[in-house]
């Protein structure tokens, strides 16, 4: 069974974005988004939006994760490299999507 998003453009606690489920969501509070991954230990992945000066914004994206034992500390040592590049390019397709939406509001 295919995992679908309820609304595409509401997003809700409890909705599924890819293999995340969305946890916190709140106007001008950070995006808290849950791994249904299996992995040793438990992953979240937090979205953070400052304003800056000339009306820009920063966008400040967070992931952390509680290793379950040694497997687990293993684990985030080891694919530490590919995870900075993963979340890096999310972080880079994420910043445009964005400004495509502030434009149209």
């Known amino acids: ?3 679908r998003r ?14 995340w489920r969305v946890e916190a969501v ?5 995006l ?4 249904e991954m299996k992995e040793p230990g438990r992953v ?12 820009a ?4 994206q967070t ?8 497997t687990g500390l293993l684990y985030w040592y080891l694919l530490y490299p590919i995870h900075a590049v993963i979340f890096s390019g999310v972080a ?5 999507l964005a400004e495509e939406v502030a434009g149209k509001r």
């Open 1 to 3: 069974m295919r995992r």
């Open 6 to 19: 309820r609304d595409m453009q509401d997003l809700r606690v409890g909705d599924a974005v890819d293999f």
């Open 26 to 30: 709140e106007p001008n509070r950070p």
């Open 32 to 35: 808290r988004l849950h791994a």
């Open 44 to 55: 979240w992945l937090e979205f953070r939006v400052q304003p800056i000066d000339g009306g």
């Open 57 to 60: 914004s920063r966008l400040s």
């Open 63 to 70: 992931a952390f994760f509680a290793p379950r034992g040694l």
């Open 92 to 96: 880079k397709k994420l910043a445009p």
